[in-house]
């Protein structure tokens, strides 16, 4: 229970300081406040597996950290996906090849990532 209350206290701390974020912020970012709400609040566990398939995918992390906007987007499919043991198993795998990873929702977009780079709109 101790755990449960913590956590929440936690998350609350959280939408707490989005909400707190000046409108001028967050269009720095180029994320509406609910983006960048779901965003602060993805699990650290997902933005860790997130992460470590954009690298295996050629994304270095300098250049992933670059556009907030579509690290939103990343964040919030891999949140959804449903293939977390698949990922476990393929990131454990350093001798899978990338194409085995046609199970991620980020896949095809991280594979065009690794090769040009962070869109500009």
């Not at 755990?3 to 970012?29: H, Y």
């Amino acid at each position: 229970m101790l755990g449960f209350l913590k956590s929440f206290q936690k998350r609350r701390r959280a939408i707490n300081e989005v909400d707190s974020i000046e409108p001028n912020v967050l269009d720095d970012f180029g994320l509406n406040r609910s983006q960048f709400r779901r965003l602060a609040l993805t699990p650290a566990s997902v933005m860790r597996r997130m992460v470590a398939m954009a690298e295996r995918h050629g994304v270095r992390p300098a250049t992933f950290q670059i556009d907030s906007r579509e690290r939103a987007i990343f964040a919030e499919r891999c949140a959804k996906c449903r293939k977390t043991r698949e990922c476990g198993a393929y990131l454990a795998d350093q001798n899978a090849a990338i194409d085995q990873a046609g199970f991620c929702p980020n896949h095809t977009d991280f594979k065009w990532y690794a090769r040009a780079g962070p869109r500009v709109d």
